[in-house]
Nanobody, 121 residues
Framework: QVQLLESGGGLVQAGGSLSLSCAASGRTFSSYAMGWFRQAPGMEREFVAAISRSGGITKAADAVKGRFAISRDNAKNTVYLQMNSLKPEDTAVYYC??????????????WGQGTQVTVSS
């Protein structure tokens, strides 16, 4: 069992930056790939970025490539999402998830409660 808790969301102006963190409980954090997803009102949950178990491989959605970076610290049981050059269309609830290294939400076994990110124009 893995419990995930996101933090770091908030309100930021367009062009600004935010750093999200997701702390995991349990001793099996390094057994899971980790992903970040987001969901805007009335929209489906969409893939943002993922990182392999060791942290050696990452992938990101085209919409955030070059602006967002995912990283992890297995010693701290934490995964991060650094978000730069934020746009109003990045506004959403951001979720971290633990599971397989994939863009498919259904392949993740555990989810956090989410943290709101709002980007004003």
């Amino acid at each position: 069992q893995v419990q995930l808790l996101e933090s770091g969301g908030g309100l930021v102006q367009a062009g600004g930056s935010l750093s999200l963190s997701c702390a995991a409980s349990g001793r099996t954090f390094s057994s899971y790939a980790m992903g970040w997803f987001r969901q805007a009102p009335g929209m489906e949950r969409e893939f943002v970025a993922a990182i392999s178990r060791s942290g050696g491989i990452t992938k990101a959605a085209d919409a955030v490539k070059g602006r967002f970076a995912i990283s992890r610290d297995n010693a701290k049981n934490t995964v991060y999402l650094q978000m730069n050059s934020l746009k109003p269309e990045d506004t959403a609830v951001y979720y971290c998830a633990a599971g397989s290294f994939t863009e498919t939400p259904g392949r993740y076994d555990y989810w956090g409660q989410g943290t709101q990110v709002t980007v004003s124009s």
